[in-house]
């Protein structure tokens, strides 16, 4: 007798549906990195630029191009909310996808718990069916010995 989960091809497809789940994250996890980055770096443009900027009113440097820098201040602070906004986006991405992983991976291990409670059944059921095998045989040999 030979154990046969039925349930196997629901098995492999939830397998498969938690692997395109991790993929779907790590994508998005990496948009995040990518989107960090970029964040990290126009804060880092932008605090060089106030500073700059700071410096040369106190220089009392060109009026023209202090007001093309607080114009070029005023794009980054654009270019940074858009950065923010991108970076917020893709983090609830992410959240979402790690839920999506998270209910997969139960899913699977539900199923996974059904498969060992069938199997131990199986087992339990086998053992029975051999030891009750082995109480006909006991019988049969103790009966064919009385008889000779």
């Not at 046969?4 to 091809?9: A, D, I, M, S, T």
């Not at 106190?58 to 007001?67: E, L, M």
């Not at 059904?114 to 059944?121: F, K, P």
Request: proline share 1%.
């Amino acid at each position: 007798m030979k154990f046969e989960w039925k349930l196997f091809p629901l098995q492999r497809k939830l397998e498969w549906d938690l692997d395109l789940a991790r993929g779907r994250l790590a994508v998005v996890l990496r948009g995040c990195e990518h989107a960090g980055a970029i964040l990290r770096a126009l804060e880092g443009t932008h605090a060089d630029q106030s500073a700059a900027a700071l410096a040369a009113t106190q220089r009392r440097a060109d009026p023209v191009a202090h007001g093309q820098a607080l114009a070029y201040l005023a794009a980054m602070e654009a270019r940074l909310a858009r950065a923010r906004a991108q970076s917020a986006q893709l983090e609830s991405q992410a959240a979402a996808a790690r839920a999506e992983c998270q209910r997969c991976s139960q899913r699977l291990d539900s199923l996974s718990a059904v498969r060992d409670q069938a199997l131990a059944r199986f087992t339990y059921a086998a053992q029975r069916d051999a030891a009750k095998e082995a109480d006909f045989a006991w019988l049969a040999r103790a009966a064919g010995g009385e008889r000779e």
